[in-house]
């Protein structure tokens, strides 16, 4: 599948792709892209049923690494590639079964390991909005209020929603993301591990419980050369939390000689 994707910085070098998690975009992790931008190309792209992208039945880690593949093939071959938690996990099953596309990788609080959380009710209180009456983003706003009460939640969703007087839309193929959240949430039993021997950082967010003990026991146990750095202050979304923290970690990391 051909990924919608945007390029910033200068056209030649290695490129760094960036990775977004569900629910997510490529625009998301623009102010990254533009922190790290300065001496190679850096690629923001909306995966599978997300943003600009093409939607499909088919939504699993396997076909998301494949749809990676294919634009790392696109633009030349080889990449360093970083993603956010459902990202993450697709450029850890893109190195290991693709190890020859990546030079190295960057894992953003995320562990190779199913959780038991579904996302599912975010879901539902999606698809509860009434379209058709959805002038403005704030009345968005205002009606998933009750079953969203998170401010930051409700405007990090409402980026992919589409306002247009009378044809409103979700970027997102909700659908399809509900029917496939037991493989989201989930880890690919299948995969080899230590295929990738390239360098390798995980980043985990200190207020966050997605990489605690068992997370980083399963991280060494499929790339045993990762390095876990801990970001103070920082929760899932760290690259929101602590901006310039995760930009100097990357740039420190993907440009080490």
Known sequence: MKLKHRITGPEDGLPVILVHGLFGQGRNLGALARRIAKDRPVVTVDLRNHGESPHSEEHDYPAMAADLAELIRDLGGRADVAGHSMGGKTAMVLALTHPELLRRLVVMDIAPLAYSHSQSHLIDAMQSLDLST?????????ALRELIPEAGIRAFLLQSLEIKPG????????????????ALVGWPSDLPRNSFHGPVMALAGAESDYVLAEGQAALREYFPQVRIVTLKNAGHWLHADTPEAVANSLDAFLNAQ
């Open 167 to 182: 044809q409103s839309k979700w970027r997102l193929n909700l659908p399809v993301l509900k029917e496939r959240m037991s």
């Open 134 to 142: 959805i002038e403005r983003r704030s009345q968005a706003d205002a």
